[in-house]
């Protein structure tokens, strides 16, 4: 067994850990929104004047999360081609849809993983995504632009790169990712309306000691955490979403070029990807750590620190080129390819 064979095994391995991790977060999470708004209801208006009884805000949020993440497992992948409009390419109808099929089904070979289903977005900006819960169900979408704008070499060097993500199972932690950041949202505007109905209705009577002097003060403070937490849930799902990503495009990059032997040819296509001025109109916020680029065309993503880390969907394009160039460089050394002076 080779080395890269070993060091794929090891992160397949840490991307399921990783995975697991987030998912029991995501569960926890939701579970401390349940039965905190139980505890802060029952506080302040006791039990009498709550408008559920005890613990079932808790149980209704863990039961959802749970049904959330099994529902994203399930579809989480449609979901993200359906807010793109791709279409699926059942049969090629253009000599580019033919080409892109053609070359889809020789990286599949040559990365080692089962042939995805293929979808084309219609978008004259230049870009590509994976996505899929496992290796086996997933899919690639590119846009219309990047047929147009690739030569052969360079489009077989992206759909490379999407590969990558697929056998290092990147595509089933980041789509559950996109899916939660929504679930978390949609689910915070609820919850809202939902306690803003239990304080102003109910009335009945309050638990002794509950509005005022220290239980007062108690459940301030509980409220105010938990407003945090519902404020703060889909920034730091989106931060992670995004800070998984940046690490990950390195690593992708690296695939591509090992599946193709030609480093240069990605190095081109993402010149060329990065080049466009227009934002990719189709795929939205939500979906964006999943591109081979920003499609937002945030300057944020050209930049290095903490805080581009942080919030940025993509490393620096520059730092990206360069490493390509880089490999393209060692290559044509060892090959004996480059003048005696270089």
């Known amino acids: 067994m080779s080395f890269e064979e070993v060091n794929l095994f090891a992160q397949q391995a840490a991307n399921r850990r990783k995975s697991r991790w987030i998912v029991a977060a995501f569960i926890a999470f939701f579970a401390w929104l349940g039965f905190g708004g139980d505890l802060i209801i029952w506080l302040a208006r ?3 004047g709550a408008f559920l009884p005890p613990g079932v805000l808790g149980i209704l949020m863990t039961v959802f999360a749970l049904g959330m993440v099994a ?3 399930r579809t989480g992948a449609e979901k993200v081609l359906w807010s793109t409009g791709a279409r ?4 090629p109808q253009t000599e580019q849809e033919q080409r892109f099929r053609n070359v889809a089904e020789e990286m599949a070979i040559a990365a080692g993983v089962p042939m995805p289903t293929l979808w084309i977005i219609n978008d004259p900006d230049p870009n590509a995504f994976a996505t899929g819960n496992e290796p086996a169900k997933s899919h690639v979408a590119v846009t219309s632009g990047l047929l147009t704008a690739l030569d052969r070499d360079e489009l077989q060097a992206v759909i490379g790169h999407e590969y990558g993500h697929i056998k290092n199972l990147d595509t089933k932690l980041m789509t559950f990712l ?3 950041v929504g679930a978390v949202v949609l689910m915070r505007d609820g919850m809202g309306r939902a306690i803003r109905y239990g304080f102003g209705h109910g009335g009945g009577r309050r638990r002794k000691g509950g509005s005022g002097g220290g239980g007062g003060q108690v459940v301030i403070i509980l409220l ?3 407003l945090i937490s519902w404020i703060l849930a889909p920034l730091v799902i989106q931060a992670l979403s995004l800070w998984v990503s940046r690490k990950r495009e390195y690593l992708a990059d690296a695939m591509s070029a090992q599946f193709t032997r030609n480093p240069l040819s990605l190095a081109n296509a993402l010149e060329k990807i990065h080049g466009s001025h227009l934002p990719t109109a189709s795929i939205k916020a939500g979906v964006a750590h999943l591109c081979i680029d920003d499609p937002l065309g945030r300057k944020l993503d050209d930049r290095q620190g903490r805080w581009a880390d942080a919030w940025a969907t993509h490393p620096p394009m520059a730092m990206r080129i360069a490493r390509l160039k880089a490999m ?3 290559a044509l050394k060892r090959e004996g390819r480059l003048p005696a002076e270089a």
């Open 46 to 48: 006791g039990e009498q």
């Open 224 to 226: 105010v955490i938990w």
């Open 178 to 180: 996109a899916a939660a």
């Open 71 to 73: 529902y994203v497992r």
């Open 88 to 91: 699926r390419l059942d049969e």
């Open 328 to 330: 393209g460089y060692q």
